[in-house]
């Protein structure tokens, strides 16, 4: 079992660790192991991190809820061949010392996973990966909040204007993020600076990428292609 918490003091020979992300079942599987052999790991900047093995399992731990297998080790080992055969790798990697590279990238595959696959995630997950590993990209993607993760519509940081029509114009510069109804609504509701202020929010910036893979605004005629209007 793979716990993580944060140290809080040491006195003498003792050493007090803050579980606040431990649940009541892993509680009592810990009193029943009172006085049994740990291990502690302690990060030396050139491995992966603890907080980077922290999202690693919460992760797996929200698809091995999905998938139904509810066996987390089985489930680490077949997103780990997944990954493997994604970015044709013949080694096998371990979480507990691999590099701070190959964290990164297997959390980014992981989160494209869950996204892909429409995995729910718990809000205490979601804090965990916010605004890292490419979260925000992956986001407008797939039409997830930035600030939850439900399902979203694309929101200009920015307001376009009276009368310019949002489907003419370029976008390329404007920042735009994903927000569900309710932080959607949320926005117009406390005003935009607020809002970001609150939620911790810059918005992605939109580049040439960003505008076709959202199909935003003039991207066909900025990509040379025939524009078919339906407007009368």
Not at 56 to 82: F, H
Not at 91 to 103: G, M, N, P, Q, R
Not at 122 to 147: N, P
Request: glycine share 6%.
């Amino acid at each position: 079992m793979q716990l993580f918490g944060k140290i809080r003091r040491i006195f003498h020979h003792y050493l007090i660790i803050d579980l606040n992300d431990v649940d009541p079942p892993d509680r009592r599987l810990i009193e029943k192991n009172i006085g049994q052999l740990v291990e502690v790991r302690f990060d030396d900047g050139r491995h992966i991190t603890a907080d980077q093995r922290r999202k690693i399992y919460a992760m797996i731990g929200e698809v091995d809820r999905w998938c139904g297998n509810y066996i987390p080790e089985l489930t680490k080992s077949q997103l780990k061949r997944m990954y493997a055969l994604r970015k044709g790798l013949y080694e096998d990697f371990s979480l507990s010392d691999c590099s701070i590279e190959t964290a990164s990238r297997f959390i980014e595959f992981l989160l494209a996973f869950c996204f892909e696959n429409n995995v729910p995630f718990a809000s205490r997950t979601v804090d965990a990966i916010r605004e890292q590993y490419g979260w925000d990209i992956q986001c407008l993607k797939f039409h997830r909040c930035m600030i939850c993760g439900k399902p979203a519509d694309i929101a200009h940081v920015h307001a376009v204007g009276i009368g310019r029509n949002r489907n003419h114009i370029s976008h390329v510069g404007n920042s735009v993020m994903a927000l569900c109804r309710d932080h959607h609504q949320e926005q117009h509701r406390i005003g935009i600076t607020t809002f970001m202020q609150k939620n911790q929010l810059k918005g992605v910036r939109v580049t040439p990428e960003i505008a076709e893979m959202l199909r935003l605004g003039n991207w066909r005629t900025e990509q040379g292609e025939p524009i078919i209007s339906t407007e009368e």
